[in-house]
């Protein structure tokens, strides 16, 4: 009895601190969030975050697309809440952070060969094919091993035009890492990296440069993320896959990359795959946070809204955006194990693992009071998993 | 007092402009210092290497200083042959009539256009008729961001050389028609060796203003890391490797960009400097 009295003048002094704060809603909190980083996932953070600032009055999340690697540096300096990178971070990256960075995946993506060919719009290529393209040793569009592999499909006698990226670009980092598995050659000449040495062809900046060039030039070929190309629906060839299958960029083969071995940290590169339906060119991309969330400047509230900010983006109405704007959504598996790691995130030891709604207010207070057993810590997104099982 | 306060404001914004000059190459020079200690000034003006790969990473500015170069002085060299007609149009033929403002003020206009709008006709319009024309297959290039350029500074050496034109003396003309000289022996023999430190000095500003041109040409030029050796290459120009590569560099990357931003300022503050002098000693005459 005496507990119930303690719960009720609880909840009553929660509410009560609720209609007496300044914005009238029914919010507790009032939070902002900021993160920077990678620009591919952009167009999927944008809506995902406008989503849950709608659900969440009170909760302001601002992202600046400023790269992986100013992401990085924010994160860094703390000056950010998280950052977001398509490249997990390397050894030195890691040992110049000051605490332990956790990797949240948050949705997936591919680098899709897109071509303009007099009317041609399904091309097989593979991995040595496209290397060298690229590198300027396929020079014409009827060279005999094009053809070889495209028996059915007349290709002209035209001069082939390969475009990149003129701009620094996680897009050419998994597409040169990619080559560099396939091909001795291009690992020997050309490397891996966010910008290369190339050898031949044109240059633009961005994605909407290197499409508008492919779709102005006859004969030519580039690179382009897959959620640009899918939402222009560019014609884009076929590659062939590690299993030996001519796969083309949907959202159900790039998915179909992560159906692998998962390593319990999420940190992994997805190109050349092993499923069979797997697109070879595959990435993930990531939001980085600090585990532990107690460190000067920032307060718990600030980590309640985070956690639940990422346990919204790899539920189902989260990914159900990510399919809206062309991104591939997280296969079962990497859901579940991305929600492991997100529980590993503490505020100086302790669990965080309330949701500031009104209504999980309540659950707060009562996880406070140590009235509440586990059934009531577990997120909502968690018991959907229990149930699905 | 009204008058002290009146000065004071002029000094303060005399000041600021100075402090902010200062302020932009103390931050280049600051900045560049890591890529100049490790290739030296030279060396790196000199190095046509350009590998941003971390393990094997080296930088020249030579391939994008000769881009830049290339790519102006062509424009400079197309731009004459209709920018010096219009010239002599506005400031000898119809000197203060009414078509000549009309002619100038539509040049003018073409200051006025954004770059980018220019880098939008060059690629949907100039470029499938260089593709046609049979320069080089992509249509990019050396060439066709020259005729842009080209069309860009029109507007720079045109009235600058047609207000030195209308500036001679009528007395030397009427003097050079009554010994009997037609329109255009008056215009070869007094008029232009008269203007001609203005329209030199004319032609240097509009050369100052192709080098330091950025949109436009990144969305031209093809963005090619080489050394350009003919019109038909690709390739790349200081402004336009800055404007591309700026976002995601950091370390020595940066400081190479930055390093290159230094040079692009010296270049153009020499030629400055130039037409400066060439109109002080047309001013002295």
């Known amino acids: ?389 | 007092m009204k008058d002290k306060i009146f000065k004071g404001l002029l000094f303060a914004a005399a000041l600021t402009i100075l402090v902010l000059t200062a302020g932009v190459v103390y931050v280049l020079v600051k900045q560049s210092l890591d890529v100049f200690q490790e290739y030296g000034f030279f060396g790196f003006i000199f190095n046509a290497e350009w590998d941003p790969r971390p393990d094997t990473e080296e930088y020249g500015a030579w391939s994008f200083i000769v881009g830049t170069l290339f790519t102006a002085f062509f424009a400079l060299l197309l731009c004459i042959p209709f920018s010096l007609p219009v010239a002599l149009f506005n400031g000898e033929y119809f000197n203060g009539r009414k078509i000549s403002s009309f002619v100038s003020s539509v040049v003018d206009l073409l200051a006025g256009i954004p770059s980018i709008v220019y880098g939008l006709w060059g690629f949907y319009t100039l470029r499938p008729i260089v593709i046609q024309l049979g320069i080089n297959a992509p249509g990019f290039g050396i060439f066709l961001a020259s005729i842009v350029l080209a069309i860009m500074i029109i507007p720079y050496a045109s009235s600058l050389s047609a207000e030195f034109l209308s500036m001679i003396p009528n007395t030397l003309k009427e003097g050079a028609y009554s010994l009997g000289a037609t329109r255009v022996e008056t215009i070869w023999h007094v008029s232009l060796p008269m203007a001609s430190s203005g329209i030199v000095a004319a032609y240097i500003l509009a050369l100052g203003r192709a080098l330091g041109e950025t949109m436009a040409v990144t969305m031209l030029i093809g963005n090619t890391t080489n050394v350009p050796t003919s019109l038909r290459d690709t390739g790349n120009t200081m402004a336009s490797v800055i404007a591309n590569q700026f976002g995601e560099a950091d370390g020595l990357k940066l400081s190479a960009l930055i390093g290159i931003g230094l040079l692009l300022f010296l270049i153009t503050a020499v030629i400055n400097l130039i037409a400066k002098f060439i109109m002080k000693r047309l001013a002295a005459r």
Not at chain 1, 24 to 41: D, W
Not at chain 1, 70 to 81: A, E, H, P, Q, Y
Not at chain 1, 103 to 116: D, K
Not at chain 1, 298 to 306: D, F, G, I, T
């Open chain 1, 1 to 389: 009895m005496k507990k119930k009295l303690l719960l009720f003048f609880l909840i009553g002094l929660t509410l009560f601190s609720c209609s007496g704060s300044r914005d009238k809603s029914k919010r507790s909190v009032a939070v902002t969030l900021s993160g920077a980083g990678a620009t591919f996932p952009y167009p999927f953070y944008s809506i995902v975050f406008r989503d849950y600032m709608r659900k969440h009055p009170g909760v302001t999340i601002n992202y600046g697309a400023i790269g992986s690697g100013g992401g990085i540096r924010s994160l860094r300096d703390k000056s950010v809440d998280f950052g977001a990178s398509d490249a997990f971070l390397s050894e030195k990256e890691t040992a110049s952070m000051s605490a332990e960075v956790l990797h949240i995946p948050t949705c997936m993506g591919g680098v899709v060969l897109s071509f303009t060919l007099n009317g041609i719009d399904s091309l097989r290529l593979t991995g040595e094919l496209v290397a060298d393209i690229f590198m300027g040793k396929i020079t014409r569009w009827n060279d005999p091993r094009l053809v070889a592999e495209n028996p059915d499909i007349l290709l002209p006698d035209l001069e082939i035009t390969p475009v990149y990226r003129s701009d620094g670009s996680g897009t050419t980092f998994v597409f040169s890492d990619y080559l560099n598995k396939v091909s001795p050659e291009w690992k020997r000449v050309m490397g891996k990296g966010k910008a290369l040495k190339w050898k031949a062809g044109l240059a633009a900046k961005g994605n909407p440069g290197v499409a508008s060039i492919v779709q102005l030039t006859e004969g030519a070929i580039g690179y382009i993320g897959s959620e640009y190309a899918l939402s222009l629906q560019m014609p884009s060839a076929y590659l062939k896959n590690r299993a030996g299958n001519y796969v083309k960029a949907t959202l159900e083969t790039i998915a179909a990359a992560a159906e692998t071995d998962l390593p319990d940290d999420m940190k992994l590169t997805l190109t050349d795959m092993p499923h069979p339906d797997a697109y070879p060119i595959s990435l993930m991309t990531w939001i980085l946070v600090y585990q532990d969330q107690a460190y000067p400047g920032h307060s718990k509230q600030e980590a309640e809204v985070l956690v639940d900010l990422l346990n919204y983006i790899i539920s189902p109405d989260g990914q159900k955006l990510a399919e809206q704007v062309n991104y591939a959504p997280l296969p079962l598996q990497a859901v579940q194990k991305t929600q492991r790691i997100i529980n590993r995130i503490h505020f100086g030891g302790e669990r965080i693992s309330t949701v500031p709604d009104p209504e999980m207010a309540v659950v707060n207070v009562l996880s406070q009071t140590e009235v509440a057993k586990d059934s009531m810590k577990m997120s909502r997104f968690e018991k959907s998993i229990v149930n699905e099982r």
